[in-house]
C-alpha cells in the first residue's frame, strides 16, 4: 500500500506527465495492465516456468516465453511470427476458438510439456512443431493440415492430435504416423468434443491417454438427428450461408459412443453406456495404473451425473455412485486418482456448498477432504507424498480468489491452510508435482503480479513484478485512478449480494450523478472481484458515472441456496437483485435516480431487457448486446439446465423466462447491438425482437457488426462498440455533469 500511496504522491506532483484516460488508449499498444502473462507452466524437471505473452506491438499476437529457475533469466523461447509469419486458420479452428473465448487472439495459444521437460509441442495456424527447449530455433513440423486438440503422451511416446474428424497419432520414436480412426467425415467426428459440450460443459477435448500411455479414451459422436440451423454471416463484402447443427433446447443432441483404442495396433473397442441414449457423456478418466476407466454419464434433464467403473481389459462395468439433485447437478474437472492407494478425489455439492471427498476405486466414501460454510473453487494439485490437495476458494471473502492447502487425511476440512498472502484475486499454476506454483495475483490498486512460490507460498522469485512505477504503461493515467468500493446489500429472500462501486472523478457528496450499471447477471459468472478493474468501467467513471456493478442470486461462486433460485423462471429473481440495487443507490445521496442506464451483453443483454421491461420506471436507458431473447432459440445443455424441461414440456416455463412476454413494458430509449455472423447467441434472437419491437411500434437504435461472432472481437471492433455504448449513455442520460 505504502509504495503505491508515494507514486500516487510523486505522480500528482507532476501533472504535466498525466494523461487523461481514453477508449483509444484503452485499445491501443502496449496493454495497460503491464506485460501481462497467460498460460503458466512449470515445466516436469522444473527447470523452467512457461508462458504467453504478447508482443510489444501487438498484444493479442502471443509468443512462448521462459523463466529458466537456474540462470534466473525470462527470454523469449519461440516467435509466433518466425514460426507462421501469416496464421490463416480454418473455419473449424475459427469456431473453436470462439467457443474457447480466444477469438481475438492469434498466435501460440497453447503449448504442452513433453515428460522428460525437454521438448515443446507448439499448435499454430494449424500445423504441430516440436521445439527443443534446449535449442528453439531448431524448431520441427511434426503434422500440418488444420490439426486441432494436439497432445504428448504421458509417457511422451506418442504427438496425438485430431484431423478431419478422426484421430491421429505420431510415434516419436520411428516418425511414423498412425491415423486410428477411419470413418470420421459428415457428421461423424471421433476425439472431438460436440458443440454443447465444448459451449456449455467446458470440455474442449473428446479423447483422453491412459496414464502408461497403453490406450486412448475417445468420443465417437454423430451429429445426424441434430437439426440443421442454416445461419446467414453477413460480412461487409459477401454474405456466407452456414448450416450448423444446431441443438436448440428441446431438440435432440448428438448420438454418442465412448470407445478404446489400442495406439500401437489401432484396435477398437467399445463402452456400452447404457440403454438411455439421449445422455451427456461428461467425460472419461483413467485410474492411476491405467487399469480403470471411469466415465461420467448425465441424464438429459441434468438432475443425475453417474460415474461407472470400466474395467479396461474386460470392459467389465460396475457402478460407482450417482450425484442427484431437484435442479440440476454441476459438473467439473477434479477427479483426480491417487498414484499410492486406490483411491480418487471427487467434488460434490451435495452439502450446498462444494467440497472434496475421497472414494475408493470401489465406490465408497472414506471421509471428506473439505468442509463448512464456504466451497472450494476448483484443485489445482495433489502432492500425495505430502497428504496434501492445494485448491482455489472464496473461503476468506466472497469476492477474493485465494490458495489453500487441505490434508488428504481430512484432518483440516474445515481450517483448511491458506498459503496465499494479500487481500484480492490469486490464479495459482502448480507444478505437477505440487512442489512449485506461479501466482498472478492483483487487486483494484494492483496489476497483475506473476510470482514462483513454493507450496507454503514463501517466495522463490519474481516472474513479472510489474511495479506501478513510471515507466509502466499506466503510470501516466494512474493520478485520475479512480478506487473502487465494495460492499454488501440484502436480497429480498435475506441472501447476502455484493456489489461494487466507483465514485466519478472530482466527486462532491453534495451532488447527484448518473449511473452506468453492468450486469451480466447469468450462471458461471461472477463479476464483483477485487481485482484489478475492468477499464472501460474506469473509464466511464472518469467520464463522470456513479459505476456500479452488482452479483445477483444465480451468479457463480456461492452456495446452492444462492443459484438454485434461478430454476425454472430465468429473469425474475436476477432482475428483483438488479432493481434492489437500483433502490439502494437511490437512497444515497449522490445518486440521480432518475438518470439510471443499464448495459450488458449475452446473458447481460437478456438482463438489460428485462430489466427495461421490468422497470422502465427506474432505469432511463439500456443497451443490450448479443442478447438471449427467446430461451426455445438456445441450446440444450445451458437451457435446460436453468430453465428446466424443454419448450414442448413446459412451455409456461419458457415464456416466462423469455423477453417477449415482458415486452410491454419496455419504454426507455434502448441501443440493440448484435455480430451479424453469432454461433452462439444466434441473430435470430435479435431479429425475432426486431420484429417484436416494430409490431408494438416500439422505437429503438440498432447497431450490427459484419462478420463478427459473439463477443464482436478485435480492437477495431471493441472499440467502436464500447464509443458506441458510451455515446449512448451521454446522449440518454443528458451527458455526465453532476446536479
Known sequence: MRPLLLLLAALAAAPAMAERLTLDRIYGEPALSGPGVRTLRVSPDGERVTFLRGRDDNQYQLDLWEYNTKSK????????????????????????????????LSGILNYFWSPDGRQLLVPIGGDLYLVDA????????????????????????YVSFVRNQNLVVIDLKTGAERQLTTDGKGTVHNGEAEFVAQEEMDQHTGYYWAPDDSAIAYRRYDEAPVPVVRRFEIFADRT?????????????????????VNPVNGEQRKIDLGAEKDIYLVRADFSADAKTLVYQRQTRDQKRLDLVAVDVATLAQRPLFSETSKTWVSIHNDLRFLKKNNAFIWASERSGRNHLYLYGLDGKLLHPISSGEWGVDNVLAVDESAGKV?????????????????????????KPARITSGDGWHDASFAGNGKLFVDTYSNPRTPPQVSIRRADGSMVEWLEKNELNANHPYAKYLPDHLPTEYGTIKAKDGQTLHYSIIKPANFD???RY??????????????????????????????????FRLDNRGSSRRERAFTDVIYNNLG?????????????????????????????WSYGGYMTLRL??????????????????????????????????????????????????????LKSPLLLVHGMADDNVLFTNTTRLIDELVKRNVQFDLMTYPGAKHGISGKVNQRHVYGLIEAFFKKNLGGTGAK
Open 73 to 104: 533469466k525470462t527470454q523469449r523461447l519461440v516467435d509466433s511470427k518466425r514460426l507462421v509469419p501469416n496464421e490463416e486458420l480454418s473455419l473449424e479452428e475459427k469456431a473453436r476458438r470462439e467457443r474457447a473465448r480466444t477469438a481475438g
Open 134 to 157: 534446449a535449442k528453439p530455433e531448431a524448431a520441427r513440423k511434426v503434422a500440418s493440415g488444420s490439426v486441432i486438440d494436439p497432445k504428448i503422451s504421458p509417457k511422451g511416446r
Open 240 to 260: 456466407e450461408v452456414i448450416d450448423q447443427h444446431y441443438p436448440a433446447a428441446g431438440d435432440p443432441n448428438v448420438l454418442i459412443d465412448l470407445m478404446i
Open 390 to 414: 492445494y485448491v482455489s476458494s472464496n473461503r476468506d471473502a466472497v469476492i477474493d480468489k485465494q490458495t489453500y492447502a487441505l490434508n488428504l487425511d481430512g484432518s483440516n476440512a474445515a
Open 509 to 511: 457528496a453534495a451532488k
Open 514 to 547: 448518473p449511473v452506468f450499471l453492468f450486469t451480466y447477471g447469468g450462471p458461471h459468472s461472477q463479476r464483483v472481484t477485487r481485482a484489478w478493474g475492468n477499464y472501460f468501467d474506469q473509464y466511464m467513471a472518469q467520464q463522470g458515472f456513479v459505476v
Open 572 to 600: 425474475k429473481h436476477e432482475v428483483e437483485d438488479q432493481l434492489t440495487g437500483i433502490e439502494w443507490l437511490g437512497t444515497q445521496s449522490f445518486v440521480d435516480p432518475k438518470r439510471v442506464g443499464v448495459f450488458g
Open 612 to 665: 427495461l421491461a421490468a422497470a422502465s420506471d427506474k432505469i432511463a436507458m439500456g443497451v443490450s448486446v448479443a442478447p438471449v431473447t427467446d430461451w426455445a432459440l438456445y441450446d440444450t445443455h445451458y437451457t435446460e439446465q436453468f430453465v428446466g424441461g424443454t419448450p414442448k414440456g413446459d412451455p409456461e416455463a419458457y415464456q416466462r423466462s423469455g423477453v417477449f412476454a415482458h415486452l410491454d413494458g
